[in-house]
């Protein structure tokens, strides 16, 4: 595990199975890209962690995965997680790192009403940088923010196969629409990654007026694109590809069914536990 890999690869990570929506648009666009999957499961959920525990955590684990896995690119799908500690991790690593934001921009893009929603764990919700992206690229609209604390979980169950409870994701959907203004949101981005695995549920409620915004296709193709200027550099890895790896830092709950679902992203059986000092 300790050699120079000989194509590019790709460590996608995230706190759990967020980023495997980022994964999923990979393998639709690049279907030989290798990928290495890393979930801080010993850490899950991190909207719930205090910001000074997680960035250190965050730039220590990646700094070590980066020395055990040698990726070529690395991809923070996670929010919580790119809106504390990319620049950190940008200040550190030398190598490229795409991170995920809540898509305000392009919210603010395509909202007609100026009034959009935004769904995030409890830490994106309160972070200054979501203030600042919103004062920055959508400052005409209201920004109506439900920081969830079960949301994540929820998906977790959902990517396991598991039925969850329409009156459950109801509620939790109502902390939008009740806030001041909240009847005029025509526009709600998923501002967790997590969240790609709860969008049938949240496209099944009786709101066919919404524009749903997942920007994990967007992190993808950014990724794609970082990545395509760095194999073409004269020192470019050949292309036999090996196979992809999957990592948790804790054993995940449920992990029977999860396998499951790891297969059918093209994961091999077997996922591997380190553990991170
Ligand atoms: N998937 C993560 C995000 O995009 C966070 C989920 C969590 O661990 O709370 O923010």
Do not use: S
């Given at each position: 595990m300790s050699t120079q890999p000989q194509s590019p690869r790709a460590l996608v990570f995230d706190s759990?199975?967020?980023?495997l929506g980022v994964v999923q648009a990979l393998r639709t666009l690049a279907p030989s890209l290798t990928i290495d999957y890393l979930a801080d499961t010993a850490l899950?959920?991190?909207?719930?962690?205090p910001d000074d525990v997680l960035k250190k955590r965050i730039t220590e684990l990646i700094g070590q995965a980066c020395a055990i896995l040698h990726p070529t690119i690395v991809i923070i799908a996670c929010n919580t997680a790119s809106t504390l500690a990319l620049s950190a991790l940008r200040e550190t690593l030398a190598l490229p790192i795409v991170g995920c934001v809540p898509p305000i921009r392009w919210a603010g893009r395509v909202s007609t009403t100026r009034v959009i929603g935004l769904l995030a764990t409890s830490a994106t919700a309160r972070r200054p940088y979501l203030t600042q992206l919103h004062k920055d690229f959508a400052a005409d609209c209201t920004l109506l923010v439900h920081g969830s604390r079960n949301l994540a979980e929820m998906a977790e169950q959902a990517f396991r196969g598991e039925q969850l409870s329409s009156e459950n994701i109801h509620a939790e959907l109502e902390q939008l629409f009740q806030q001041?203004?909240?009847?005029?949101?025509?526009t709600i981005g998923l501002?967790?990654?997590?969240?790609t695995f709860l969008m049938p549920y949240f496209q099944r409620l009786?709101?066919?007026d919404i524009m749903w915004l997942d920007p994990a296709p967007a992190v993808a193709q950014q990724a794609l694109r970082q990545l395509g200027n760095y194999v073409e550099t004269p020192t470019a890895p050949s292309l036999t590809a090996p196979a992809d790896r999957f990592f948790f830092t804790a054993i995940p709950a449920e992990h029977e069914n999860l396998n499951k679902h790891l297969r059918w992203l093209g994961f091999p059986a077997g996922w591997q536990c380190l553990s991170f000092s």
């Open positions: 759990g199975i967020g980023g899950f959920p991190y909207g719930e962690q001041d203004q909240g009847q005029h949101i025509d501002g967790c990654t997590h969240y009786d709101k066919a």
